[in-house]
């Protein structure tokens, strides 16, 4: 099972924000595992390096960074891709557009996210608490 995961749940694992904390653990718990799948967009790095940087100072986010990156793989974007989201009519944000098209990329079977927003543009787009319910309740052999 392939799974993009968006930039709120990594946060909510290295800030412990409840009550998000357990379920967006688990998600990349899973991915760690190798029972799922789990990728992020490459422009998360940045972002997530500057959310924990700012926080937590550069040697934590470098190594929270680092850790993520033995976790998930990454998804790029190219120039098109991005011109393409943005001529986009139906999709009003770039960030959202660009993690929608990347998950299309990949063929990910859900983008893990708060962002109710997204959540809103496409059936696939769910929170980590939806994703561990549904994760439990599926044979994970047919994603394998």
Do not use: W
Not at 6 to 33: C, G, H, M, Q, W
Not at 57 to 76: E, R
Not at 78 to 104: F, G, H, V, W
Request: hydrophobic share 45%.
């Amino acid at each position: 099972m392939k799974v993009l995961i968006d930039t709120n749940i990594i946060l909510d694992v290295i800030f412990k924000r409840s009550p998000f904390e357990k379920d967006s653990y688990k998600v990349l718990k899973y991915a760690e595992e190798g029972l799922i799948e789990g990728y992020i967009v490459s422009f998360v790095v940045t972002d997530l390096y500057y959310f924990i940087a700012k926080d937590l100072g550069h040697d934590i986010a470098a190594k929270a960074i680092k850790s993520l990156l033995n976790v998930v793989k990454l998804v790029g974007i190219t120039k098109k891709e991005i011109e393409r989201a943005m001529e986009n009519s139906t999709i009003n944000d770039l960030e959202d557009a660009l993690q929608i098209k990347c998950a299309k990329k990949i063929k990910a079977d859900f983008i893990v996210t708060h962002d109710n927003k997204l959540k809103k543009l496409i059936m696939e787009a769910i929170s980590p608490s939806e994703f561990v319910e549904r994760l439990q309740k599926t044979d994970l052999k047919d994603f394998l």
